[in-house]
């Protein structure tokens, strides 16, 4: 941390604020890279610049200039964030994940106004590498399959041909067909089974706030005992009133507290089924 900021550049570095609310990005990135030629040691002009490149959807530069900042300072969550996005949009979902989830935990701990914002990019990273995995867990489990049928026919060819070498009954011969098509079932629903994690179905209602109607990210509970998304319970207080929004009993939002338990359950129910993080990403 830098104990003084030459006024240079940070004569510089408001140029590029004000460049930079003007959608000039060109200009401002010129600004920001002055500012940081003239302090070096000072991440501010790059995690700015970056936001410059965003604009631009210069991701490779977005990706550059917030590493840069992390090595003068890796506590900065939104340079963790657009590093995330940059990784996003150059597909490298897994990489993307990573940081998207660093920038989440440290804006909910610091209170950040972009949790919302950070939410809805780490589902679309992790809907990704789900989409990813399934389709290639679906290839292989259909060619396990395929395989495991043709070697329960091949077997029952063998049985069937034994049987008729040993000219046994018509009776037992079926017997041999029935047994297959048994067998052949019981595989598939151990396939349909196996499947049955990536199949779309209802998010149960514990997952869901009630006043938003998605999964939980940041719940909180009131002393009425009910659990709400927290942005928008404090949205509900600051338009309506400090009151529970089922109950209508009137409460102390200093009161409310976190839902740990609700959020890890939650957490764990949306890794486990990997499409349901499609109904965060919207």
Not at 44 to 56: E, I
Not at 107 to 113: H, L, S
Not at 130 to 147: D, F, G, I, Y
Request: proline letters at 4%.
């Amino acid at each position: 941390m830098l104990k003084e900021i030459p006024a240079e550049a940070e004569k510089m570095k408001q140029e590029g604020n004000t460049l930079f609310a003007k959608g000039k990005y060109s200009a401002a990135i010129e600004a920001y890279t002055e500012a940081r030629m003239l302090c070096p040691k000072w991440e501010v002009p790059l995690v700015n610049r970056a936001l410059c490149h965003r604009k631009r959807s210069d991701w490779s530069k977005v990706a550059e200039d917030c590493i840069k900042a992390l090595e003068i300072d890796p506590d900065l969550p939104k340079a963790h964030y657009m590093l995330g996005l940059a990784l996003l949009e150059e597909h490298k979902h897994e990489e993307a994940v990573t940081k998207l989830t660093k920038a989440l935990e440290m804006a909910r701990d610091r209170g950040a106004t972009m949790l919302d914002e950070i939410w809805r990019e780490l589902a679309r990273a992790k809907l990704a590498v789900w989409s990813a995995r399934h389709t290639q867990q679906v290839e292989e489990r259909e060619r396990l399959q395929e395989r495991s049928e043709q070697a329960l026919r091949h077997c029952a060819a063998t049985e069937l041909q034994q049987a008729q070498v040993r000219k046994e009954s018509v009776e037992q011969q079926e017997a041999v067909e029935k047994g297959l098509e048994v067998t052949l079932e019981s595989l598939k629903e151990v396939f349909r089974q196996a499947s049955k994690d990536d199949t779309p179905e209802e998010i149960p209602d514990w997952c869901i706030c009630k006043l938003t109607m998605e999964p939980f990210r940041d719940p909180i509970v009131t002393p009425c005992g009910f659990t709400y998304e927290r942005s928008a319970l404090f949205e509900h207080f600051d338009k309506l009133g400090h009151f529970d929004p089922v109950t209508r009993e009137k409460i102390d939002p200093r009161q409310c507290v976190s839902n740990i338990a609700l959020r890890k359950a939650t957490q764990a129910y949306l890794d486990k089924h990997g499409w349901a993080w499609g109904e965060c990403a919207n």
